[in-house]
């Protein structure tokens, strides 16, 4: 059964930094590409960043372009998502998402459960 | 980046009836076009990808239409657990923006 698994979320003040982790397990992870994406209180869905399956090719929201890094390792089945000067707008639900892609129609699924992260002094 | 406008961004239905969810490109997508479906404090679940393609294991009584700028998602006969809310994605390119979501609850 597919499985992702978020950690790293909790309470972080403004301009840090934090690492989170996405561990997956039930398919094989080196052939997918692999999303972030985030859900503020009570708000949509945005997404964050994007991998392909060997981390050769990245995409990210302008709204963290230059801030935030995404990266894999395939050794270890999981999925990172480093993020630094951290704003109170960066406050929300995190959660990884397999990229399904067919014909080059990409769709996410299945998605991890989600960690919070919440910005604030 | 490509906006995507869903309409109407709250539905009250009741059991068994049938409702139509929009959603709007800001330019030609061709169909490249997600249907996601969110209950309170879970993750979202695909339901439909490609504008028109069920994901494996989604009842046939959700269908998505459409092709361009304009798409719908329909659920005929509502069952208690499809009250929820409902976003669009596109995938056209990058950054893949979603729609600001549809709250379907119970009337």
């Known amino acids: 059964q597919v499985h992702l698994v978020e950690s790293g979320g909790g309470v972080v003040q403004p301009g840090t930094s934090r690492r989170l982790s996405c561990a997956v397990s039930g398919f094989t992870f080196r052939n997918y590409g692999m999303n972030w994406v985030r859900q503020g209180p009570g708000q949509g869905l945005e997404w964050v960043a994007g991998i392909s399956h060997n981390g050769s090719v990245v995409g990210y929201a302008a709204s963290v372009k230059g801030r935030f890094i995404i990266s894999r390792d395939n050794s270890n089945n999981a999925l990172y998502l480093q993020m630094t000067s951290l704003k109170s707008e960066d406050t929300a639900v995190y959660f990884c998402?397999?990229?399904?892609?067919?014909?080059?129609?990409?769709?996410?699924?299945?998605w991890g459960q989600g960690t919070l992260v919440t910005v604030s002094s | 980046d490509i906006q995507m406008t869903q309409s109407p961004p709250s539905l009250s239905a009741s059991v068994g009836d049938s409702v139509t969810i929009t959603c709007r490109a800001a330019q030609d997508i061709d169909n490249f076009l997600n249907w996601y479906q969110q209950t309170p404090g879970k993750a979202p679940k695909c339901l439909v990808f490609?504008?028109?393609t069920l994901e494996n294991g989604v009842p046939s009584r959700f269908s998505g239409r459409g092709s361009g700028t304009d798409f719908t998602l329909t659920i005929s006969s509502l069952q208690p657990e499809d009250f929820a809310t409902y976003y669009c994605q596109q995938s056209f390119s990058i950054p893949y923006t979603f729609g600001q979501g549809t709250t379907l609850d119970i009337k």
């Open positions: 998402a397999r990229d399904r892609m067919v014909a080059a129609r990409h769709w996410f699924d299945p």
């Open positions: 490609s504008g028109s």
